[in-house]
């Protein structure tokens, strides 16, 4: 059964991100075989820059990451881009981008807003995965914030009943998208290219650093593609 994991960069209590992205998964498991578990800041707390406390939960959270076959990643929109906790647990992954611990892994993007900056935060978002070697399955964003003239029941309810079907017609295509086998992309093998090239020199001069142990020992040196390292999975 495939195992999805879902982690929502926001703190509010039954928040709208988690509420979507609990939809989400709801749909996606009607539809296919799935087990799913949903995380906030409220469940793992991540420390800003390096480990300070014993509360930080970063290894649980990149051991949850690694150990999914998809991941959802969703957050809110604070001041027209991601919000700062979330930025700052990623930067505390930016040693997955050397080895691009993603390996492929097909993502789920959400974000919800009042109703602007959603195209910053979900691209933003976008452009990590595949800084970590990950693909974009679907990206879902939605606002809640309803302009004066539409504020009628009439006008609310077929806006809502329109929603329902783009939201669903979204889930239905992501669910294809997730059945899909991996396909490499340009960036995903020009950066594979990029660091091995880096890495192999690193090697080469005696440098032993975590990243230059995992390509030695995860193989991913010896292979030509990124595909060919995503197909020896
Ligand atoms: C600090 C802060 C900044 C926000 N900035 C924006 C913004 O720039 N644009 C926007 O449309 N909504 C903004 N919002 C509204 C949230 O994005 C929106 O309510 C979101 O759905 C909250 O999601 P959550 O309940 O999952 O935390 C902001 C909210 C907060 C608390």
């Not at 509010?12 to 075989?33: C, D, M, P, R, V």
């Not at 003239?149 to 992501?174: A, G, H, V």
């Not at 091995?196 to 995860?218: F, L, M, P, R, V």
């Amino acid at each position: 059964m495939k195992k999805i994991y879902s982690f929502i960069g926001s703190r509010s209590t039954n928040g709208h991100t988690e509420f979507l992205a609990k939809q989400i998964l709801e749909k996606i498991s009607e539809e296919q075989e799935v087990d799913w578990e949903i995380n906030t800041f409220n469940d793992i707390t991540i420390d800003p820059y390096g480990k300070v406390t014993e509360e930080d939960g970063l290894e649980i959270l990149k051991n949850k990451i690694l150990n999914c076959d998809i991941l959802l990643l969703g957050c809110p929109v604070y001041m027209h881009g991601i919000p700062g906790e979330l930025k700052n647990a990623i930067d505390r992954l930016s040693d997955w981008a050397h080895t691009m611990r993603f390996r492929g892994k097909k993502v789920i993007l959400v974000s919800t807003c009042s109703g602007n900056g959603h195209t910053t935060a979900i691209d933003t978002l976008h452009s990590y995965v595949l800084k970590f070697g990950g693909t974009v399955a679907g990206k879902i964003v939605t606002a809640d914030n309803i302009p004066d003239i539409y504020d009628r029941d009439d006008i609310i309810m077929s806006l809502n009943n329109q929603i329902n079907l783009n939201i669903t017609q979204m889930i239905n295509d992501i669910a294809i998208e997730l059945d899909k086998p991996f396909r490499t992309n340009n960036f995903l093998e020009s950066s594979f290219q990029i660091y091995k090239a880096n890495y192999s020199k690193y090697i080469k001069e005696g440098w032993k650093t975590e990243e230059t142990d995992y390509w030695i020992q995860s193989g991913m040196i010896n292979c030509q593609s990124f595909q060919e390292w995503v197909d020896k999975k």
